[in-house]
């Protein structure tokens, strides 16, 4: 089992509406949760990060925790053209291990 | 500014030839790893350091070497360049707090022929 799992996309969302990205990993030990976007050719940038378990805002971006189920979210209100990209989950291990991504495309 | 600088931004070499990626950071950071991104292979971690002198290998570091004589450099060392190295590579750092951010460098963009 890989050590963290996303849905590779593409994903297509509405302008405007909500995007919801999913993700889970396997150490069940993890305490750092992640969410980088990043744009075709360029470095990965953080956007949300979540310790502990349930929601945390920074606003339109949502990222909830479920170390229970070992599920991780993100979720964008108010999606914006601009916010196509691929989203990273990424978990603490000491070093921080990534998943493959999920593209996300937002229609005009 | 607080940044991690990458270099060669891109690079096309042969196979056998000794190369060396430098990386740099301005933020005192303990740690620093290196990636390589590959289509549908994702992220994934070659080598880090938690501090000067002490290294460990990541998923992938067959093929690479590190060192960490100073804090603020980590260079990335490929003996024998082989094309399957052919890839685009990421320099990170962060502290070592738990809420620390992981600042990623440029890029740089190898090829090996």
């Known amino acids: 089992q890989k050590e963290v799992e996303q849905n590779s996309g593409p994903l297509s969302v509405p302008e405007g509406a909500i995007a919801s990205l999913n993700c889970t990993y396997s150490?069940?030990?993890?305490?750092?949760f992640f969410w980088y976007r990043q744009y075709s050719g360029k470095s990965p940038e953080l956007i949300m990060s979540?310790?502990?378990?349930g929601d945390k805002e920074d606003g339109r971006f949502t990222a909830q925790l479920n170390k229970a189920s070992q599920y991780v979210s993100l979720l964008i209100r108010d999606s914006q053209p601009s916010d196509s990209a691929t989203y990273l989950c990424?978990?603490?291990?000491?070093?921080?291990?990534f998943g493959k991504g999920t593209r996300l495309h937002i229609l005009p | 500014e607080a940044q991690v600088t990458q270099n060669p931004r891109y690079l096309i070499t042969v196979t056998g030839k000794k190369l060396t990626v430098t990386c740099s950071q301005n933020?005192?950071?303990?740690?620093m790893s290196w990636y390589r991104q590959d289509p549908g292979l994702g992220l994934r971690q070659i080598y880090y350091?938690?501090?000067?002198?002490?290294?460990d290998k990541g998923d992938v570091p067959e093929g690479y070497k590190v060192s960490r004589k100073e804090k603020r450099n980590f260079p990335l060392i490929l003996e024998s360049p082989s094309p399957n190295q052919t890839s685009l590579y990421f320099c990170?750092?962060?502290?070592?707090?738990?809420?620390?951010?992981?600042?990623f460098g440029p890029g740089t963009r190898l090829t090996v022929l």
């Open positions: 979540i310790y502990s378990n």
């Open positions: 990424a978990v603490k291990r000491p070093g921080i291990i």
């Open positions: 150490d069940r030990g993890s305490q750092s």
């Open positions: 350091s938690m501090n000067v002198e002490v290294t």
């Open positions: 933020m005192n950071h303990e740690y």
């Open positions: 990170a750092s962060r502290g070592t707090g738990n809420t620390d951010t992981q600042y």
